[in-house]
């Protein structure tokens, strides 16, 4: 059975580190991997999407690394902002079909 | 403006009485997702429906029922079988196929609801 796994369970920064939040998984036979964002009382927001056949995925301050053979998945946030607090999940998808298998989660808080 | 919607925002409901929470997209997608969030907890899957007119039970599906007559409408029933339904809910439907953007899942807003 596919466990996801996210470190830290929490994380406070200043204003403008960049940082990383990292997902492992058990079972490298993915299809691909989520990234989302949940702010409080929302829904979540889908930030990138990693195929299995790809290395990394970018969007604006956003980079999220995949390495299928070891199980992991991170998410650099470049120049952290104050408006980046948010809850960020990650889940894996093991075939086309299936359902995805959603982290914990990281809760970030960034600083003024 | 395409996108997933679920109403209400906010239910509430009596001891013993069924309920429904609507969810409705316009993204042309064939599978559809209902999950429970529960504080400090992760996401738990309810029923989904990967075409109309099927579904399947997800890891909680006691005390819940869902229909798929539509292709936009995935409607979640919380009966009074569910012992403790208070939580968010969120419903959620998946694109299919392409290479860069297959399979990607997208969320409504939620709905949130209290057992009074």
């Known amino acids: 059975k596919q466990e996801v796994t996210q470190i830290p369970a929490a994380l406070s920064v200043p204003e403008g580190e960049n940082l990383v939040l990292n997902c492992s998984f058990t079972?490298?036979?993915?299809?691909?991997l989520q990234w989302f964002r949940q702010d409080p009382g929302k829904g979540l927001t889908s930030l990138l999407l990693?195929?299995?056949?790809?290395r990394e995925q970018t969007s604006g301050r956003l980079n999220a690394s995949l390495d299928k053979s070891s199980g992991r998945s991170t998410l650099y946030i470049a120049a952290s902002q104050p408006g980046d607090s948010a809850t960020y999940l990650c889940a894996v998808r093991e075939t086309s079909g299936s359902r995805l298998t959603f982290g914990e989660g990281t809760q970030l808080t960034v600083n003024p | 403006d395409g996108g997933i919607t679920q109403s209400p925002k906010y239910l509430f409901r009596k001891e013993g009485q069924n309920v429904t929470l609507s969810c409705e997209q316009n993204l042309n997608h064939d599978a559809m997702y209902w999950y429970r969030q529960d504080p400090g907890q992760g996401l738990r899957l309810i029923y989904y429906s990967q075409i109309v007119n099927d579904f399947q039970k997800g890891d909680i599906a006691e005390g819940y029922s869902v229909s798929r007559e539509k292709k936009e409408s995935f409607p979640l029933t919380v009966t009074s079988a569910q012992k403790n339904p208070t939580a968010f809910y969120l419903c959620a439907s998946k694109t299919t196929g392409g290479v860069k953007r297959g399979n990607e899942q997208f969320f409504g807003p939620g709905t949130r609801l209290t057992v009074l």
């Open positions: 079972d490298s036979a993915i299809y691909n």
């Open positions: 990693i195929q299995s056949s790809q």
